[in-house]
């Protein structure tokens, strides 16, 4: 012991004789610093990272059927998704997986993808103009619409005509306006210029009444097709146990509207695809511009404010568009008195409306919401409505499910994150009927219901009968994977059987017993990962599962690896700036024993052993590593804790899902400091083990030899 | 009186490329336990060879070395190393410390070495002797800001701090003025006649001749013979062939 106090005392002394030792040590202080700020924030940024992934959708563990083509990537692996065979037993995995010890929850999943169109303006218009008729003229029609006094219903055949030209009048600006801009290439077919030409004439509306079905059907066949604007937005979902999804994920909160009761079928929207794809555009740069004020950016410097403001000015279209002729006639008042302007028309005013500027801003904010935004749809998707999702299904034809949107929904702190707010939450008997997968037994069982059904659902007059019928149960029963919805049912029966769908309630068994592409895995004790991992690998090969289970960092593909990418480059660096830290110490030591060959014959004369020798040179590079090493790692923990104090805020949108919300809080771990003690320990012993044998080579004989 | 050193016919060469050169050329020499002996000679004559022998940092070609009993021919390294630690004490001629420590920790280097003494009985030891060579004030002290004076007294602390059989010192005065060489050969006569320590000191400075109870002389890698300090001296100041030389064989 005293020897060692003795060895590090003189390796203390040794260091300060000589200044190449202080280049040395400001090396290994800075690579040290290097390691313990970037190694601690890579922790912090695999720390948040993770409760995002395993926080939003991965769950600890997933698992998917061995027997899958591809490997399972939650986030897709470019741009499209992985190709994984279906589940069929889910039932008996569960009970298996569930067994496995530190397995909390096992959540049932499938994700893929869907475009969803919601019809565009001319289509509902045009719906909304053919119901009135209908109930005006007291043939079949909606019972909210039959009860309506006839005076009521010309009211409003008046004012959805005056919509109906008002878009009309814009399609025509359209038109012209790509008639001057032929050069973009945007040319006009001529035999849609000559339909709206008919349809803008008085002529044509002042004879609307004598046929109105014939003038209806012109409109929706000759002037809908212009309209390319068909609102589609790719949606992309989870099918899942949603009950369980909300248990497990306990991060996920509903934004707008309820969640999906108890065992129904039901749509959630991921809160930001609602807020940034199916919003106004003008409202949504408006939010935007709100936003961007509160963090102190101002729309008279900012480039992006400017060229929102300027948008909205222009593309007043979209709201034009959507006002028939009463809110046309209400709306141009309010804005008129509003704004205090004389201007009658309603595309100029709202204009007005949109030139906003610092001073103006926060009233014309108000009156937007206040007076435009109740006369328009703000979301092309409302809560409680039908979404129809059409995609396509393993065996390639086009599927079409109608779900009811009960809510939006986003993750506590991800609320920004377009990773984490892009998927969207959707019950897993919709998903199964979406995807098609079908048990062939089931399938032969359909097969037999559909040839029933099918011969009875052709006459829409008595689908009621045969739907609250015998027959009911049956259609209910039914799969839309196999029943084509579209043929089988339409108008009223279609409408039956969708809120058929949407009333039924299904049992955890139901949910249970069908196909699942994959499973999150909740555990009690995460950090045990790796063993549980191991765990349920050996269940799967023992009791055939036919399961693959991987981490919450491989699901998330490429995504999990950006991490490891950042470690491994941090790795490179220190190991360079170590690598020459290496270099000198050997040299400095290899100098430093020549230099000391006398006092180290003299040692070894007077009776210090080869081993004491060694010692002396390794303490002393130890000494020099562990001194200035500890420093960097002092002043790395320093600094660390100073970015801790106030958190480095998401610089954008991307990095809340690495942050796992607005500021990551990096704090000290122990990993990066034991690893930079290994680092140190390894590179000062391996580099002067050189040096340290060849003193102990010294002969005692060294000691007599007079200096030169 | 035993002897505590025993050199029989010793050869030592040292191979220089394709040149072999012979240092000793069959030496033969008895060093009895508590004398204080001289080896003088010219320069190249083999005294620090000679020295190195006894001393176990180095072994004979050919030839009988006997140190305290023991054959060092039939010692490892580590042996020897043990042997050098616990029955020689060294003096060097250019002193020797190590810079970095104190005199104390200089002086106590060899006992830690032995690790056979706690911490205080240590410092009492170290004590004892800083106080015999006079400089128990300067404990605090480090090597380079002492005279060459002290240092060789703090050397000879060293030397004798773990209580040896025998002191090896080569031309322990040569770097020192001769005023101060004689307090140093002073200080090692006494330690001698205090302790009985066994003193081989080299020189080939006549006035250190003096105070030896007898010299070695060598020439040429070979033992002239051993004779009286007073004939030595006249043997080396060229005056007189001695008439009686006075040879010892075992
Ligand atoms: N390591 C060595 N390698 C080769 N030859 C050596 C070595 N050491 C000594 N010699 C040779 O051995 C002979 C004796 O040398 P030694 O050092 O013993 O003489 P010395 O009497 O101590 O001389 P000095 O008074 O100059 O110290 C010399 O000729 C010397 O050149
Ligand atoms: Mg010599």
């Not at chain 1, 993808?113 to 289509?123: E, Q, R, Y």
């Not at chain 2, 004939?231 to 010892?248: F, I, N, Q, Y």
Request: proline fraction near 3%; hydrophobic fraction near 45%; aromatic fraction near 6%.
């Amino acid at each position: 012991m005293d020897r060692v106090v003795l060895l590090v005392r003189m390796a203390i002394r040794n260091l300060l004789a000589s200044p190449i030792n202080l280049l040395i040590g400001g090396l290994i202080l800075f690579g040290t610093l290097v390691f313990v700020i970037l190694g601690g924030l890579l922790d912090s940024l695999n720390q948040s990272m993770q409760r995002s992934v395993v926080g939003s959708l991965a769950g600890h563990i997933q698992i998917y059927s061995s027997a899958s083509k591809d490997e399972l990537t939650l986030y897709g692996q470019m741009g499209s998704d992985p190709d994984l065979k279906a589940i069929t037993d889910f039932p008996r995995i569960e009970e298996a997986l569930s067994k496995v010890e530190n397995v909390k929850m096992v959540v049932p999943m499938g994700v893929s993808g869907a475009l969803i169109t919601s019809g565009n303006i001319v289509d509902t218009t045009l719906e909304k103009l053919r119901d009135l008729y209908k109930a005006r003229d007291g043939k079949p029609s909606p019972p909210k619409l039959a009860a309506l006094p006839r005076d009521e219903l010309d009211r409003r055949i008046v004012s959805e005509t005056s919509h109906m030209r008002q878009i009309i009048k814009v399609l025509r600006g359209d038109a012209e306006k790509a008639m001057t801009d032929m050069l973009n290439g945007t040319a006009v077919d001529p035999y849609n210029l000559e339909a709206l030409r008919r349809v803008e004439h008085d002529e044509f509306w002042a004879d609307f009444e004598k046929d109105p079905y014939a003038n209806l059907e012109f409109l929706e066949n000759r002037i809908a097709p212009i309209v390319t604007d068909t609102s589609m937005v790719f949606l992309r979902y989870v099918g899942t146990d949603l009950d369980k999804f909300e248990q497990s994920f306990d991060r996920m909160r509903v934004i707008k509207g309820t969640p999906v009761p108890r065992g129904h079928r039901g749509f959630l929207i991921a809160d930001l695809i609602h807020e940034e794809q199916m919003k106004l555009k003008t409202a949504r740069r408006l939010d935007k511009i709100k936003d961007a004020r509160a963090n102190g950016r101002l729309i008279a410097t900012d480039d992006e404010l400017k060229r929102f403001v300027k948008e909205n000015r222009l593309q007043t279209r979209e709201l034009v568009l959507q006002l028939d002729g009463i809110k046309t006639q209400a709306l141009t008042k309010s804005l008129q008195d509003a704004l205090g302007s004389k201007e009658t028309a309603i595309g100029p005013l709202l204009s007005e409306l949109m030139t906003t500027t610092d001073e103006n801003f926060d009233q014309r904010y108000q009156q937007f919401y206040g007076l435009v935004v109740p006369q328009v749809q703000l979301y092309r998707v409302n809560v409680g409505d039908m979404l129809t999702i059409k995609a396509f299904t393993k065996s390639g034809y086009i599927q079409n499910v109608n779900v009811k949107v009960y809510g939006t929904f986003a993750f506590t702190g991800l609320e920004k994150s377009p990773l984490a707010g892009s998927t969207s939450l959707m019950d897993l008997m919709s998903f199964r009927d979406l995807y098609g997968y079908l048990t062939a037994d089931k399938a032969e069982e359909l097969k037999e219901i559909q040839k029933q059904t099918g011969a009875k659902t052709i006459s829409r007059e008595n689908a009621e009968d045969e739907l609250f019928g015998e027959g009911a149960e049956v259609v209910a029963e039914a799969t839309a994977g196999v029943i084509d919805p579209d043929t089988a049912m339409s108008g009223a029966g279609r409408k039956l059987r969708e809120e058929d769908l949407v009333r039924r309630v299904y049992t955890e068994h139901e949910f249970n017993d069908g196909v699942v592409l994959n499973a999150a895995l909740m555990l009690n004790d995460p950090t045990r990962l790796d063993e549980t991992l191991a765990r349920i690998s050996k269940l799967s090969d023992e009791q055939n599962l036919g399961i693959k289970a991987i981490s919450w960092q491989k699901a998330s593909g490429l995504l999990g690896q950006i991490i490891n990418v950042f470690r491994a480059l941090l790795f490179v660096a220190v190991a360079i700036i170590f690598f020459i830290a290496m270099v000198i110490i050997n040299n400095a030591m290899m100098m430093a024993t020549i230099q000391r060959t006398q006092v180290i014959g003299t040692m070894r004369a007077i009776g210090a052993q080869r081993g004491l020798i060694l010692s002396m040179v390794l303490v002393e590079s130890m000494v020099l590593g562990l001194l200035f090493g500890g420093l960097g790692m002092l002043a790395g923990s320093g600094v660390l804790g100073a970015i801790a104090a106030k958190g480095i805020a998401a610089p954008n949108d991307v990095m809340y899902f690495f942050f796992s919300g607005p500021r990551l809080i990096p704090h000290v771990t122990g990993a990066p400091l034991i690893i930079a003690l290994v680092i140190i320990l390894f590179v000062t012993v391996f580099s002067t083990l050189l040096p340290a044998v060849m003193a102990t080579r010294i002969s005692p004989l060294r000691a007599m030899q007079a200096d030169e | 009186m035993s002897a505590i050193v025993t050199i029989q016919d010793v050869v030592k060469e040292y191979n220089l490329g394709a040149t072999v050169v012979q240092a000793l050329r069959g030496v033969s020499l008895t060093v009895d336990k508590g004398e204080f002996i001289s080896i003088a000679g010219p320069s190249g004559s083999g005294k620090t060879t000679l020295l190195n022998l006894i001393g176990c940092v180095d072994t004979a070609t050919r030839g009988r070395v006997e140190v305290a009993g023991k054959n060092t021919a039939e010692l490892s390294e580590r042996e020897l190393t043990d042997l050098r630690l616990n029955t020689i004490g060294f003096i060097f001629q250019s002193f020797n410390l190590v810079s970095v420590l104190t005199v104390f920790q200089n002086v106590e280097f060899p006992l830690l070495l032995q690790n056979k003494l706690n911490a205080k009985e240590r410092k009492a030891r170290v004590e004892a002797l800083l106080e015999q060579v006079g400089l128990l004030t300067h404990q605090k002290h480090r090597p380079n800001e002492l005279s060459g004076g002290q240092r060789q007294r703090v050397a000879i602390a060293r030397a004798l701090v773990t209580d040896p059989l025998i002191v090896l010192a080569d031309e322990p005065t040569a770097n020192l003025d001769s005023e101060t060489g004689q307090a140093i050969l002073d200080l090692m006569k006494s330690l001698n006649q205090q302790k009985g320590t066994t003193f081989i000191f080299s020189t080939h400075d006549h006035r250190v001749m003096r105070y030896a109870n007898a010299v070695v002389r060598l020439a040429d890698g070979k033992v002239l013979g051993r004779e009286s300090p007073e004939d030595a001296v006249a043997h080396a100041m060229g005056l007189e062939t001695p008439k009686h030389a006075e040879v010892r064989t075992p």
